[in-house]
């Protein structure tokens, strides 16, 4: 079993920044893809980025340029940077975690943080 615990959420302008963490714990060698989904009021949750293990990212149009994903694998942590943020933006983050490979289009995400939330103002 892996467990997943968010971190780093709050309050931000527009144009402002806030950096997310993603602590791994329990069977995390079992972890090959970290992603990051957001879900605003009303709307479906949506990915925003994926780490796979050995280093390669993704990111939706919708966050690239401005997010960046990173990991530290020695302690056991994702994380996401977020830059430039506009009320868009604000939404309940989420991150989780695949045994698999997964890709843009989808993936068996097995394990899930419990969310943290970003607020946005204009």
């Known amino acids: 079993q892996v467990q997943l615990v968010e971190s780093g959420g709050g309050w931000v302008q527009t144009g402002g920044s806030l950096r997310l963490s993603c602590v791994a714990s329990?069977?995390?060698?079992?972890?090959?893809?970290t992603a990051w989904f957001r879900q605003a009021p009303g709307q479906e949750r949506e990915l925003a980025a994926i780490?796979?293990?050995?280093?390669?990212?993704y990111y939706t149009d919708a966050v690239k340029g401005r997010f960046t994903v990173s990991r530290d694998n020695a302690k056991n942590t994702v994380y996401l940077q977020m830059d430039s943020l506009t009320p868009n933006d604000t939404a309940v983050y989420y991150c989780?975690?695949?045994?698999?490979?997964?890709?843009?289009?989808?993936?068996?995400?097995?394990?899930w943080g419990q969310g943290t939330q970003v607020t946005v103002s204009s």
């Open positions: 989780a975690g695949a045994r698999d490979i997964t890709t843009p289009r989808g993936g068996n995400y097995e394990y």
């Open positions: 329990g069977r995390t060698d079992e972890i090959y893809s």
């Open positions: 780490s796979w293990l050995r280093g390669s990212r």
